[in-house]
Structure formats: C-alpha cells, structure tokens
T-cell receptor, first 113, second 114 residues
Framework: AQTVTQSQPEMSVQEAETVTLSCTYD???????LFWYKQPPSRQMILVIR??????QNATENRFSVNFQKAAKSFSLKISDSQLGDAAMYFC??????????FGSGTQLTVLP | DAGVIQSPRHEVTEMGQEVTLRCKPI?????LFWYRQTMMRGLELLIY????????DSGMPEDRFSAKMPNASFSTLKIQPSEPRDSAVYFC????????????FGPGTRLTVT
C-alpha cells in the first residue's frame, strides 16, 4: 500500500524567509502524481502545486516550488519570501493511476512577523 | 466558475439524530469523493463515485453511514443514527478524469454531535 510521510508536524519561518517542508512516499508504481495542499484556518483545502512523476523538471508556482527526487521517493515543498498568509497546515498527497489520493499527516506552518 | 459547494457549513445535532450532508461538484467533473477529517485520523477517504456510481465505499466506517449520488450535480452523505464520535469535518471533492489530475475540495461541513 502507498504511504505518505511528513516527518515535521510543525515548522516556523520568519516573514520574507524561505522554508522547506519535507515529504517522503512509498510506492512500487512508476506512473503517479504528487501534490501539496494547503489548509488555512478557514479549513478550505487548496491545491498549491502538483508534480507528475514522469517529469524530471521540478514544478514551480510563483513562490512555491518542489524538489522532486524520484529515486529517493522524496517530494519537498519550498516556500520563498514567506508571507503571513502562508500560515496553514500543508498536506503532501500521492496518487497513482487508477487509484485515489493518499495524504500525509500534515505540517503546521507558522509564519512569524 | 463555482467550486465544489457543500451545505451546511456547520451542523450541530444530538446523538441519535439523522444528519444529511450535501455536495454539489464542479460542473463537468465525473468523480466525486467524500472525506472525513479528524485530529486523530487525519484525512480519510470514505467513498467515491464515478459517473454517479459508487466505486469504493471501503472507507465508510459502518452501516450508519450511507452516500448517494442521484445525478451528476448532487450527492449526499447521511449518518443515521449519529454518535459523538462522528464529530469531524466532512469534505466533498470532485475531479475530472479527462484532462485534469487535480482534485478540488469543497469548504467542508463541521459536524458536532453532542
């Protein structure tokens, strides 16, 4: 069974600084997708970024980028120029073809002014 | 475009009562998912539908839970009778299998059973 592990229950970052959230996953599949979702206090689950396993290039969305290491089964999220609005719970998620999302346990990010 | 719509946003009920949660997926999406989120268990997939047909309900905790999708634009999750341990945030999400891989979530329903 696929598992997703987020080993950092909590992280903090100073406003305008950079922070990296870690995620590892376990799979025997070769075709899959990885996602980072953000859940602010409003509890809305918001898709931040996605990565297709067949793509070697790391995905980037504005201040958000990933470091995808397929051989190591690692998928970290880097947030640059952190803003107060980035404070949220961040979930890493995995989905292989024909299956549904598996979520990690989440990392609570605090942004310090 | 409207996102996934859920109602009610908050529900408080007494143990033993029937609770019905509602969801309207994004128009054109052919997959619909129901999740439950608690502090202890995180995000759990309860059931999902494809083209209005239930595909996998192995995550439904027990027979007190049931879900229906009578048409492409509406789904319900019913708990009867409700128990305090059902207190959680319930999310509905939808996805289009054609060109997208992303899954979009509704705002969630916070259920409190006293």
């Amino acid at each position: 069974a696929q598992t997703v592990t987020q080993s950092q229950p909590e992280m903090s970052v100073q406003e305008a600084e950079t922070v990296t959230l870690s995620c590892t996953y376990d799979t025997s599949e070769s075709d899959y997708y990885l996602f980072w979702y953000k859940q602010p206090p409003s509890r809305q689950m918001i898709l931040v970024i996605r990565q297709e396993a067949y793509k070697q290039q790391n995905a980037t969305e504005n201040r958000f980028s990933v470091n995808f290491q397929k051989a190591a089964k690692s998928f970290s999220l880097k947030i640059s120029d952190s803003q107060l609005g980035d404070a949220a719970m961040y979930f890493c998620a995995y989905r292989s073809a024909g299956r549904q999302l598996t979520f990690g346990s989440g990392t609570q990010l605090t942004v310090l002014p | 475009d409207a996102g996934v719509i859920q109602s009610p946003r908050h529900e408080v009920t007494e143990m033993g009562q029937e609770v019905t949660l509602r969801c309207k997926p994004i128009s054109g999406h052919d997959y619909l998912f129901w999740y439950r989120q608690t502090m202890m268990r995180g995000l759990e997939l309860l059931i999902y539908f494809n083209n209005n047909v239930p595909i996998d309900d192995s995550g439904m905790p027990e027979d007190r839970f049931s879900a229906k999708m009578p048409n492409a634009s509406f789904s319900t999750l019913k708990i009867q009778p409700s128990e305090p341990r059902d207190s959680a945030v319930y999310f509905c999400a939808s996805r289009y299998s054609g060109t997208g891989v992303e899954q979009y979530f509704g705002p969630g329903t916070r259920l409190t059973v006293t």
